[in-house]
């Protein structure tokens, strides 16, 4: 079985940082495209960047000079670095990604989700 763990949300004030990180766990072969997405309240789910397993980057205009995705393919594990946050960051953001298990063709996974709040 396959997990994506995601932690580091959090409350912050306007202008301030939070890193997000999502750990993929059990019988994994390989992982393909990770990402992160949102989801406001009343608001679709939207994607906030990816990244793909050899380092190319995608982001929302929204974010763009303010989000930077990375990952650590090694511990299989996906960043999400926020800087400049904003209320209208708030959301539950969750983590996405296209694994390959050992005993399966690739399946698309989420995590739980991580609450981030900006707000004074």
């Known amino acids: 079985q396959v997990q994506l763990v995601e932690s580091g949300g959090g409350w912050v004030q306007p202008g301030g940082s939070l890193r997000l990180s999502c750990a993929a766990s059990?019988?994994?072969?390989?992982?393909?495209?990770m990402a992160w997405y949102r989801q406001a309240p009343e608001k679709e789910r939207e994607l906030v960047a990816s990244?793909?397993?050899?380092?190319?980057?995608n982001s929302a205009d929204s974010v763009k000079g303010r989000f930077t995705i990375s990952r650590d393919n090694t511990k299989n594990t996906v960043y999400l670095q926020m800087n400049r946050l904003k209320p209208e960051d708030t959301a539950v953001y969750y983590c996405?990604?296209?694994?390959?298990?050992?005993?399966?063709?690739?399946?698309?996974?989420w995590g739980q989700g991580t609450q981030v709040t900006v707000s004074s």
């Open positions: 990244i793909t397993s050899r380092g190319r980057t």
């Open positions: 996405n990604a296209d694994v390959t298990p050992t005993y399966s063709g690739t399946i698309n996974y």
């Open positions: 059990g019988s994994i072969f390989a992982i393909g495209t």
